[in-house]
């Protein structure tokens, strides 16, 4: 089994910035790819920012130029810089991992709240 714990949301003001973290535990082989999806009030769940094991990037277009996520295989963690945050960020910030042990399985954690205000 594995588990997936992050930390780092909370209030902010428009422009502001905050680093999420997220750190994997358990039976790990290798995890192929890490990421960060969001989803806001009456909304559907969707992806932000993602890693591959490799270091290859993707971005949600909404987020390119703002946010940068990053990873350190060693502790198995990843995180997510979020600058020039606007009000329309605000939502439940979930981790995804797609992990190897060795089967590759599909893992979440429990989401952390970012919000966006004045």
């Known amino acids: 089994q594995v588990q997936l714990v992050e930390s780092g949301g909370g209030l902010v003001q428009p422009g502001g910035s905050l680093r999420l973290s997220c750190t994997a535990s358990?039976?790990?082989?290798?995890?192929?790819?890490m990421g960060w999806y969001r989803q806001a009030p009456g909304k559907q769940r969707e992806l932000v920012a993602r890693i591959t094991s490799r270091s290859t990037t993707n971005y949600a277009d909404s987020v390119k130029g703002r946010f940068t996520i990053s990873r350190d295989n060693a502790k198995n963690t990843v995180y997510l810089q979020m600058n020039s945050l606007k009000p329309e960020d605000t939502a439940v910030y979930y981790c995804?991992?797609?992990?190897?042990?060795?089967?590759?399985?599909?893992?979440w954690g429990q989401g952390t709240q970012v919000t966006v205000s004045s």
């Open positions: 995804n991992a797609l992990v190897a042990t060795p089967q590759l399985n599909d893992y």
């Open positions: 358990g039976s790990i082989f290798i995890i192929a790819v």
